[in-house]
Protein backbone atom coordinates (compact mmCIF):
# COMPACT_ATOMS: atom_id res chain seq x y z
CA UNK A 1 0.00 0.00 0.00
CA UNK A 2 1.20 3.46 -0.87
CA UNK A 3 2.13 6.25 2.34
CA UNK A 4 -0.17 8.80 1.96
CA UNK A 5 1.99 12.47 1.59
CA UNK A 6 2.39 14.39 4.15
CA UNK A 7 1.16 18.24 3.84
CA UNK A 8 4.70 19.50 2.83
CA UNK A 9 4.94 16.25 0.50
CA UNK A 10 1.32 17.81 -1.16
CA UNK A 11 2.55 21.42 -1.21
CA UNK A 12 5.62 20.22 -2.78
CA UNK A 13 3.87 18.95 -5.79
CA UNK A 14 4.03 20.67 -9.64
CA UNK A 15 1.28 21.88 -10.30
CA UNK A 16 -0.24 22.70 -13.81
CA UNK A 17 -0.06 26.17 -15.37
CA UNK A 18 -3.28 26.19 -17.31
CA UNK A 19 -4.95 25.08 -14.26
CA UNK A 20 -3.35 27.91 -12.25
CA UNK A 21 -3.88 30.45 -14.95
CA UNK A 22 -7.58 29.85 -14.96
CA UNK A 23 -7.95 29.71 -10.96
CA UNK A 24 -5.68 33.12 -10.68
CA UNK A 25 -8.06 34.64 -13.33
CA UNK A 26 -11.57 33.44 -12.02
CA UNK A 27 -9.71 34.68 -8.46
CA UNK A 28 -8.93 38.37 -9.84
CA UNK A 29 -12.45 38.41 -11.38
CA UNK A 30 -13.97 37.73 -7.70
CA UNK A 31 -11.68 40.11 -6.21
CA UNK A 32 -12.59 42.97 -8.44
CA UNK A 33 -16.30 42.29 -8.24
CA UNK A 34 -15.42 42.64 -4.08
CA UNK A 35 -13.57 45.45 -4.02
CA UNK A 36 -16.17 47.56 -6.05
CA UNK A 37 -18.85 46.25 -3.88
CA UNK A 38 -16.98 47.50 -0.99
CA UNK A 39 -15.88 50.90 -2.27
CA UNK A 40 -19.61 51.42 -3.01
CA UNK A 41 -20.82 50.60 0.41
CA UNK A 42 -17.96 51.62 2.82
CA UNK A 43 -15.86 54.44 1.03
CA UNK A 44 -12.04 54.65 -0.69
CA UNK A 45 -10.58 55.11 2.60
CA UNK A 46 -11.88 52.00 4.65
CA UNK A 47 -11.80 49.78 1.07
CA UNK A 48 -8.05 50.45 1.01
CA UNK A 49 -7.83 49.52 4.41
CA UNK A 50 -9.49 46.13 4.19
CA UNK A 51 -7.39 45.33 1.22
CA UNK A 52 -4.32 46.14 3.11
CA UNK A 53 -5.73 43.97 6.13
CA UNK A 54 -6.32 40.95 3.77
CA UNK A 55 -3.08 40.59 2.46
CA UNK A 56 -1.42 40.99 5.61
CA UNK A 57 -3.52 38.46 6.65
CA UNK A 58 -2.81 36.08 3.85
CA UNK A 59 1.03 36.81 4.62
CA UNK A 60 0.85 36.57 7.91
CA UNK A 61 -0.69 33.18 7.95
CA UNK A 62 2.16 32.12 5.71
CA UNK A 63 4.69 33.32 7.82
CA UNK A 64 3.93 34.08 11.32
CA UNK A 65 6.91 36.05 11.76
CA UNK A 66 4.47 39.09 9.67
CA UNK A 67 2.40 38.84 12.93
CA UNK A 68 4.83 38.50 15.34
CA UNK A 69 6.43 42.04 13.96
CA UNK A 70 2.77 43.92 13.77
CA UNK A 71 2.32 42.66 17.62
CA UNK A 72 5.77 44.12 18.62
CA UNK A 73 5.06 47.44 16.73
CA UNK A 74 1.23 48.15 18.04
CA UNK A 75 2.24 47.04 21.67
CA UNK A 76 3.76 49.94 23.14
CA UNK A 77 0.91 52.30 21.50
CA UNK A 78 -1.86 50.42 23.00
CA UNK A 79 -2.34 52.70 25.91
CA UNK A 80 -2.23 55.82 23.46
CA UNK A 81 -5.29 57.68 23.15
CA UNK A 82 -5.88 57.16 19.55
CA UNK A 83 -5.05 53.78 19.45
CA UNK A 84 -7.00 52.51 22.60
CA UNK A 85 -10.28 54.63 21.85
CA UNK A 86 -10.58 52.77 18.82
CA UNK A 87 -9.98 52.30 15.57
CA UNK A 88 -11.92 50.95 12.76
CA UNK A 89 -14.31 50.38 16.16
CA UNK A 90 -11.61 48.17 17.73
CA UNK A 91 -9.38 49.27 20.29
CA UNK A 92 -5.63 49.07 20.63
CA UNK A 93 -6.09 46.03 23.53
CA UNK A 94 -8.20 44.28 20.54
CA UNK A 95 -6.12 45.10 17.74
CA UNK A 96 -3.01 43.25 19.36
CA UNK A 97 -5.19 40.48 20.74
CA UNK A 98 -6.06 39.69 17.39
CA UNK A 99 -2.39 40.24 16.29
CA UNK A 100 -1.64 38.06 18.59
CA UNK A 101 -4.08 35.36 17.92
CA UNK A 102 -3.41 35.52 14.32
CA UNK A 103 0.38 34.47 14.91
CA UNK A 104 -0.81 31.37 16.95
CA UNK A 105 -3.09 30.26 14.38
CA UNK A 106 0.08 30.85 11.94
CA UNK A 107 2.04 28.79 13.95
CA UNK A 108 -0.22 26.41 14.31
CA UNK A 109 -0.16 26.16 10.24
CA UNK A 110 3.83 25.95 10.50
CA UNK A 111 3.80 23.61 12.65
CA UNK A 112 1.36 21.49 10.69
CA UNK A 113 3.47 21.84 7.76
CA UNK A 114 6.75 21.43 8.53
CA UNK A 115 6.98 19.74 12.36
CA UNK A 116 9.80 20.08 13.97
CA UNK A 117 10.82 23.23 12.52
CA UNK A 118 10.15 25.92 15.38
CA UNK A 119 12.13 26.55 18.11
CA UNK A 120 9.83 27.07 21.09
CA UNK A 121 11.53 29.20 24.03
CA UNK A 122 10.85 27.85 27.37
CA UNK A 123 10.03 30.40 30.55
CA UNK A 124 12.60 29.57 33.61
CA UNK A 125 11.05 28.76 36.87
CA UNK A 126 11.91 32.09 38.06
CA UNK A 127 9.57 33.93 35.80
CA UNK A 128 6.67 31.06 36.16
CA UNK A 129 7.44 32.10 39.97
CA UNK A 130 6.51 35.69 39.53
CA UNK A 131 3.76 35.15 36.86
CA UNK A 132 2.43 33.51 40.12
CA UNK A 133 2.62 36.38 42.08
CA UNK A 134 0.85 38.47 39.44
CA UNK A 135 -1.74 36.34 38.91
CA UNK A 136 -2.50 35.66 42.40
CA UNK A 137 -2.03 39.77 43.17
CA UNK A 138 -4.98 40.05 41.00
CA UNK A 139 -7.49 37.20 41.66
CA UNK A 140 -6.95 38.59 45.44
CA UNK A 141 -7.81 42.14 44.06
CA UNK A 142 -10.83 41.16 42.60
CA UNK A 143 -12.43 39.88 45.74
CA UNK A 144 -12.23 43.39 47.20
CA UNK A 145 -13.63 45.51 44.51
CA UNK A 146 -16.90 46.41 46.38
CA UNK A 147 -14.59 47.71 49.23
CA UNK A 148 -13.39 50.77 46.60
CA UNK A 149 -15.14 54.19 47.73
CA UNK A 150 -17.43 55.79 45.40
CA UNK A 151 -15.34 59.34 45.19
CA UNK A 152 -13.06 57.52 43.40
CA UNK A 153 -15.42 56.33 40.90
CA UNK A 154 -16.60 59.79 40.42
CA UNK A 155 -13.32 61.35 40.63
CA UNK A 156 -12.56 59.05 37.43
CA UNK A 157 -9.45 57.75 39.63
CA UNK A 158 -10.86 54.11 39.03
CA UNK A 159 -14.49 53.44 36.80
CA UNK A 160 -14.20 49.95 36.84
CA UNK A 161 -16.92 49.05 39.73
CA UNK A 162 -17.09 45.05 39.21
CA UNK A 163 -14.80 41.97 39.35
CA UNK A 164 -14.62 41.56 35.95
CA UNK A 165 -13.98 44.93 35.32
CA UNK A 166 -11.17 44.84 37.46
CA UNK A 167 -9.17 41.82 36.43
CA UNK A 168 -9.38 43.89 32.94
CA UNK A 169 -7.47 46.42 33.80
CA UNK A 170 -5.17 44.45 36.40
CA UNK A 171 -4.71 40.80 34.87
CA UNK A 172 -6.25 40.75 31.16
CA UNK A 173 -4.48 44.14 29.91
CA UNK A 174 -0.79 43.61 31.51
CA UNK A 175 -1.10 39.98 30.87
CA UNK A 176 -1.12 41.27 27.32
CA UNK A 177 2.59 42.38 27.58
CA UNK A 178 3.82 39.02 29.00
CA UNK A 179 1.84 37.34 25.78
CA UNK A 180 3.59 39.37 23.25
CA UNK A 181 6.82 38.85 25.42
CA UNK A 182 6.53 35.44 24.21
CA UNK A 183 6.13 36.78 20.37
CA UNK A 184 9.16 38.43 20.48
CA UNK A 185 10.52 35.07 22.24
CA UNK A 186 9.67 33.02 18.95
CA UNK A 187 10.23 35.63 16.92
CA UNK A 188 14.29 36.23 17.96
CA UNK A 189 14.07 31.69 17.78
CA UNK A 190 13.20 31.64 14.31
CA UNK A 191 14.39 34.44 12.54
CA UNK A 192 17.80 34.44 9.95
CA UNK A 193 19.12 37.56 11.54
CA UNK A 194 18.47 38.16 15.28
CA UNK A 195 19.52 41.80 14.92
CA UNK A 196 16.34 42.53 12.95
CA UNK A 197 14.08 41.44 15.65
CA UNK A 198 14.96 45.50 17.01
CA UNK A 199 13.87 46.87 14.19
CA UNK A 200 10.37 47.35 14.84
CA UNK A 201 11.47 47.70 18.41
CA UNK A 202 13.41 50.82 18.17
CA UNK A 203 10.97 52.43 15.18
CA UNK A 204 7.55 52.43 17.19
CA UNK A 205 9.36 53.89 20.24
CA UNK A 206 10.84 56.80 17.66
CA UNK A 207 7.46 57.30 16.56
CA UNK A 208 5.80 57.49 19.81
CA UNK A 209 8.66 60.12 21.03
CA UNK A 210 7.82 62.07 17.79
CA UNK A 211 4.16 61.95 18.37
CA UNK A 212 4.48 62.79 22.15
CA UNK A 213 7.34 66.16 20.63
CA UNK A 214 4.34 67.08 17.91
CA UNK A 215 1.76 67.03 20.82
CA UNK A 216 4.15 69.18 23.60
CA UNK A 217 5.02 71.85 21.00
CA UNK A 218 1.35 72.22 19.27
CA UNK A 219 -0.05 73.05 22.67
CA UNK A 220 2.36 75.76 23.59
CA UNK A 221 4.56 78.26 22.08
CA UNK A 222 7.61 78.29 23.90
CA UNK A 223 9.70 76.16 25.96
CA UNK A 224 8.88 78.09 29.28
CA UNK A 225 5.52 77.50 28.79
CA UNK A 226 5.70 73.10 28.73
CA UNK A 227 7.76 73.26 31.71
CA UNK A 228 4.67 74.72 33.79
CA UNK A 229 2.76 72.39 35.64
CA UNK A 230 -0.50 72.63 33.47
CA UNK A 231 1.08 72.72 30.12
CA UNK A 232 2.48 69.41 31.47
CA UNK A 233 -1.42 67.84 31.21
CA UNK A 234 -1.95 68.69 27.57
CA UNK A 235 -0.11 65.73 26.94
CA UNK A 236 -2.64 63.38 29.20
CA UNK A 237 -4.21 63.29 25.32
CA UNK A 238 -1.80 61.30 24.57
CA UNK A 239 -3.82 58.83 27.15
CA UNK A 240 -0.52 58.17 29.46
CA UNK A 241 0.55 60.53 32.65
CA UNK A 242 4.30 62.58 31.69
CA UNK A 243 5.95 60.42 34.02
CA UNK A 244 5.13 57.26 32.41
CA UNK A 245 5.99 58.68 29.27
CA UNK A 246 9.26 59.81 30.65
CA UNK A 247 10.15 55.96 31.84
CA UNK A 248 8.24 54.12 28.31
CA UNK A 249 11.24 56.46 26.36
CA UNK A 250 13.61 56.41 29.05
CA UNK A 251 14.16 52.06 28.39
CA UNK A 252 13.75 52.95 24.50
CA UNK A 253 17.05 55.36 24.86
CA UNK A 254 18.74 52.56 27.03
CA UNK A 255 18.10 49.93 24.03
CA UNK A 256 19.03 52.67 21.23
CA UNK A 257 21.97 54.64 23.09
CA UNK A 258 23.74 51.05 23.61
CA UNK A 259 22.72 49.70 20.60
CA UNK A 260 24.57 52.96 19.08
CA UNK A 261 27.57 52.94 21.44
CA UNK A 262 28.41 49.42 20.21
CA UNK A 263 27.40 49.90 16.15
CA UNK A 264 30.01 49.38 13.99
CA UNK A 265 27.93 49.77 10.37
CA UNK A 266 27.49 53.87 9.75
CA UNK A 267 24.20 53.15 8.33
CA UNK A 268 23.38 51.94 11.48
CA UNK A 269 25.04 54.97 13.83
CA UNK A 270 23.14 57.31 12.11
CA UNK A 271 19.58 55.93 12.27
CA UNK A 272 20.83 54.99 16.12
CA UNK A 273 21.93 58.33 16.76
CA UNK A 274 18.82 60.07 14.88
CA UNK A 275 16.73 57.86 16.62
CA UNK A 276 18.21 58.98 20.16
CA UNK A 277 18.46 62.21 19.42
CA UNK A 278 14.12 62.07 18.93
CA UNK A 279 13.89 59.84 22.19
CA UNK A 280 15.94 62.14 24.23
CA UNK A 281 13.87 65.38 22.72
CA UNK A 282 10.73 63.68 23.88
CA UNK A 283 12.07 62.65 27.54
CA UNK A 284 12.63 66.28 27.98
CA UNK A 285 9.54 67.79 26.56
CA UNK A 286 7.98 65.45 29.27
CA UNK A 287 9.59 67.99 31.94
CA UNK A 288 9.16 65.09 34.13
CA UNK A 289 11.73 65.08 37.26
CA UNK A 290 11.79 61.36 37.48
CA UNK A 291 12.50 61.15 33.52
CA UNK A 292 15.17 63.46 34.14
CA UNK A 293 16.81 61.48 36.83
CA UNK A 294 16.03 58.46 34.55
CA UNK A 295 17.73 60.28 31.13
CA UNK A 296 20.96 61.09 33.36
CA UNK A 297 20.99 56.69 34.47
CA UNK A 298 20.96 55.54 30.91
CA UNK A 299 23.41 58.48 30.01
CA UNK A 300 25.69 57.31 32.06
CA UNK A 301 25.04 53.92 31.45
CA UNK A 302 25.82 54.51 28.14
CA UNK A 303 28.84 55.67 28.63
CA UNK A 304 30.29 52.99 31.00
CA UNK A 305 29.74 50.42 28.76
CA UNK A 306 30.22 52.03 24.97
CA UNK A 307 32.85 50.73 22.46
CA UNK A 308 35.78 52.64 22.00
CA UNK A 309 35.49 55.07 18.82
CA UNK A 310 31.82 54.56 18.78
CA UNK A 311 29.59 57.20 17.65
CA UNK A 312 27.87 57.61 21.24
CA UNK A 313 30.08 60.90 22.23
CA UNK A 314 28.70 62.92 19.38
CA UNK A 315 25.26 61.91 20.62
CA UNK A 316 25.93 62.83 24.07
CA UNK A 317 27.26 66.19 22.87
CA UNK A 318 24.17 66.85 20.83
CA UNK A 319 22.25 66.29 24.12
CA UNK A 320 24.07 68.36 25.96
CA UNK A 321 23.54 71.05 23.47
CA UNK A 322 19.42 70.47 23.31
CA UNK A 323 19.89 71.01 27.11
CA UNK A 324 21.68 73.95 26.79
CA UNK A 325 19.03 75.51 24.79
CA UNK A 326 16.03 74.59 27.27
CA UNK A 327 18.25 74.95 30.17
CA UNK A 328 16.47 77.29 32.20
CA UNK A 329 13.21 75.50 31.90
CA UNK A 330 15.01 72.16 32.34
CA UNK A 331 16.59 73.43 35.32
CA UNK A 332 13.99 74.96 36.86
CA UNK A 333 11.51 71.89 36.58
CA UNK A 334 14.27 69.61 37.37
CA UNK A 335 15.00 71.96 40.97
CA UNK A 336 11.13 72.43 41.43
CA UNK A 337 10.93 72.54 45.53
CA UNK A 338 14.69 71.95 46.20
CA UNK A 339 16.18 74.69 48.33
CA UNK A 340 13.14 74.90 50.47
CA UNK A 341 11.84 73.50 53.38
CA UNK A 342 8.53 72.02 52.12
CA UNK A 343 8.79 68.55 51.72
CA UNK A 344 5.37 68.62 49.93
CA UNK A 345 6.39 70.91 47.36
CA UNK A 346 9.57 68.91 46.45
CA UNK A 347 7.84 65.86 46.96
CA UNK A 348 4.53 66.78 45.04
CA UNK A 349 2.84 66.03 47.88
CA UNK A 350 4.09 62.31 48.15
CA UNK A 351 5.17 62.20 51.26
CA UNK A 352 2.85 63.27 54.06
CA UNK A 353 -0.27 63.36 51.30
CA UNK A 354 0.09 59.57 49.95
CA UNK A 355 3.17 57.09 51.65
CA UNK A 356 2.69 58.22 55.33
CA UNK A 357 -1.08 57.53 55.44
CA UNK A 358 -0.38 54.34 53.41
CA UNK A 359 2.42 53.21 55.71
CA UNK A 360 -0.10 51.49 58.37
CA UNK A 361 -1.56 49.65 55.63
CA UNK A 362 1.55 47.13 54.93
CA UNK A 363 0.90 45.88 58.77
CA UNK A 364 -2.25 44.44 58.12
CA UNK A 365 -1.12 41.62 55.33
CA UNK A 366 2.56 41.84 55.87
CA UNK A 367 3.45 38.62 54.05
CA UNK A 368 1.43 38.55 50.49
CA UNK A 369 0.04 42.17 51.00
CA UNK A 370 -4.07 43.26 49.89
CA UNK A 371 -4.09 42.77 46.01
CA UNK A 372 -2.88 44.50 43.17
CA UNK A 373 -4.03 48.41 43.76
CA UNK A 374 -4.80 47.97 46.94
CA UNK A 375 -4.67 51.51 47.88
CA UNK A 376 -8.07 51.80 46.13
CA UNK A 377 -9.57 49.97 49.24
CA UNK A 378 -7.43 50.95 51.90
CA UNK A 379 -8.52 52.32 55.24
CA UNK A 380 -6.36 55.68 54.15
CA UNK A 381 -8.64 56.27 51.15
CA UNK A 382 -11.66 55.20 52.41
CA UNK A 383 -11.53 57.93 55.24
CA UNK A 384 -10.16 60.13 52.85
CA UNK A 385 -6.67 60.81 54.30
CA UNK A 386 -4.96 60.69 51.17
CA UNK A 387 -4.87 62.54 47.54
CA UNK A 388 -7.45 60.57 45.23
CA UNK A 389 -4.78 58.58 43.48
CA UNK A 390 -5.24 55.24 42.01
CA UNK A 391 -1.77 54.01 43.11
CA UNK A 392 0.63 55.33 45.59
CA UNK A 393 3.55 57.04 43.28
CA UNK A 394 6.32 54.42 44.54
CA UNK A 395 7.13 51.46 43.40
CA UNK A 396 8.57 50.07 46.51
CA UNK A 397 5.52 50.72 48.25
CA UNK A 398 3.01 49.10 45.79
CA UNK A 399 5.08 46.08 45.94
CA UNK A 400 4.64 46.06 49.61
CA UNK A 401 1.05 46.81 49.76
CA UNK A 402 -0.15 44.46 46.95
CA UNK A 403 2.30 41.43 46.89
CA UNK A 404 3.52 41.70 50.99
CA UNK A 405 7.10 40.81 51.82
CA UNK A 406 7.24 37.36 50.45
CA UNK A 407 5.84 38.69 46.68
CA UNK A 408 8.55 41.50 46.90
CA UNK A 409 11.37 38.84 47.85
CA UNK A 410 9.79 37.06 44.63
CA UNK A 411 9.80 39.99 42.40
CA UNK A 412 13.59 40.97 43.15
CA UNK A 413 14.87 37.32 42.20
CA UNK A 414 13.35 37.86 39.40
CA UNK A 415 14.74 41.24 38.29
CA UNK A 416 18.35 39.91 39.85
CA UNK A 417 17.42 36.60 36.59
CA UNK A 418 16.34 38.99 34.44
CA UNK A 419 19.76 41.22 34.75
CA UNK A 420 21.97 38.30 34.49
CA UNK A 421 20.32 36.88 31.30
CA UNK A 422 20.25 40.28 29.33
CA UNK A 423 24.19 40.42 30.37
CA UNK A 424 24.74 36.71 29.28
CA UNK A 425 23.33 37.12 26.08
CA UNK A 426 24.81 40.69 25.44
CA UNK A 427 28.38 38.87 26.30
CA UNK A 428 27.38 36.12 23.22
CA UNK A 429 25.47 38.70 21.13
CA UNK A 430 27.71 40.24 18.80
CA UNK A 431 27.84 37.92 16.75
CA UNK A 432 23.96 38.24 16.45
CA UNK A 433 24.85 41.97 16.08
CA UNK A 434 22.76 42.21 19.38
CA UNK A 435 25.26 43.19 22.17
CA UNK A 436 24.41 46.38 22.61
CA UNK A 437 20.91 46.26 22.44
CA UNK A 438 21.12 43.61 25.23
CA UNK A 439 23.83 46.13 27.05
CA UNK A 440 20.25 48.76 26.83
CA UNK A 441 18.25 46.01 28.24
CA UNK A 442 20.19 45.58 31.48
CA UNK A 443 20.01 49.44 31.87
CA UNK A 444 16.54 49.20 32.17
CA UNK A 445 16.68 47.41 35.46
CA UNK A 446 18.51 50.17 37.14
CA UNK A 447 15.85 53.14 35.44
CA UNK A 448 13.13 51.01 36.46
CA UNK A 449 14.66 50.77 40.46
CA UNK A 450 15.47 54.47 40.07
CA UNK A 451 12.32 55.95 38.52
CA UNK A 452 10.36 53.50 40.47
CA UNK A 453 10.91 55.48 43.88
CA UNK A 454 8.77 58.09 43.10
CA UNK A 455 6.31 56.51 40.74
CA UNK A 456 5.63 53.50 38.72
CA UNK A 457 5.51 49.63 39.46
CA UNK A 458 7.51 46.31 39.46
CA UNK A 459 4.41 44.67 38.31
CA UNK A 460 4.31 43.91 34.17
CA UNK A 461 2.36 47.00 32.33
CA UNK A 462 2.44 49.01 29.37
CA UNK A 463 5.52 51.23 31.07
CA UNK A 464 7.84 48.37 30.50
CA UNK A 465 6.92 47.31 27.52
CA UNK A 466 10.53 47.32 26.10
CA UNK A 467 12.24 45.63 28.81
CA UNK A 468 9.56 43.04 28.35
CA UNK A 469 10.28 42.82 24.38
CA UNK A 470 13.62 42.62 25.32
CA UNK A 471 13.29 40.04 27.74
CA UNK A 472 11.32 38.05 24.71
CA UNK A 473 14.38 38.30 22.73
CA UNK A 474 16.30 37.34 25.02
CA UNK A 475 14.90 34.26 25.81
CA UNK A 476 14.32 33.67 22.39
CA UNK A 477 18.01 33.72 21.59
CA UNK A 478 18.66 31.23 24.26
CA UNK A 479 16.38 29.27 22.72
CA UNK A 480 18.71 29.18 19.50
CA UNK A 481 21.28 27.13 21.12
CA UNK A 482 24.12 29.86 19.16
CA UNK A 483 26.91 30.33 21.11
CA UNK A 484 25.24 31.01 24.65
CA UNK A 485 27.69 30.52 27.11
CA UNK A 486 27.35 29.41 30.35
CA UNK A 487 28.66 31.44 33.01
CA UNK A 488 31.63 29.84 34.20
CA UNK A 489 32.70 28.14 30.91
CA UNK A 490 35.19 29.31 28.00
CA UNK A 491 33.20 30.40 24.55
CA UNK A 492 35.74 27.44 23.07
CA UNK A 493 33.88 24.89 24.67
CA UNK A 494 30.39 25.91 22.72
CA UNK A 495 28.43 23.61 21.01
CA UNK A 496 28.18 24.37 17.41
CA UNK A 497 25.03 26.61 16.59
CA UNK A 498 22.28 24.87 14.39
CA UNK A 499 20.88 25.77 11.60
CA UNK A 500 18.39 28.62 11.24
CA UNK A 501 14.93 27.82 9.66
CA UNK A 502 14.64 29.68 5.71
Known sequence: MRDTPTMAQYLERPQHPARNLIASFLVCIVAAVLVGLLFDRVGLARTAALIAGAVIVMLGLRDFRIFAVLVVFLLPFVPIRFLSQA???????????????????????AVAVRPGQLRFPAWRPVFLAYLLVFVVAALD?????????AYFNVLGVFSETTALGYLQVMLFSPGLVIVA??????????TRRPAWVTVPVLASAVLLAALLCLVATGTSSTVDELAQQE??????VLGPHANELGLVLNMALALALCSLGQARSRAAALWLGAGSLVLAAGILLTFSRGAFLGLLVVMVYAVLVRRKGGWLPLVLVALALAVAA?????????????GGNDIDLISSGRV?????????EIARHPLFGSGHASILWSE??????ILPVGHPHSAYLASLLDVGIAGSIITLVFFVHMWRLFLRVARAGQAHGLRGFFLGAAACIPLLLVQ????DSFMPGFTHVYLWLAYGAATGITARRDRIPAPHRRAEALERPTKDIQ
Open 231 to 236: SRRHLS
Open 141 to 149: GARSVSLIP
Open 181 to 190: SYVMALLAAN
Open 326 to 338: MSDAVVGRALHGI
Open 352 to 360: NEIWRPLLP
Open 87 to 109: VAGLSGLRIVGMAILMTAAAVFI
Open 452 to 455: GITD
Open 380 to 385: AAQSRS
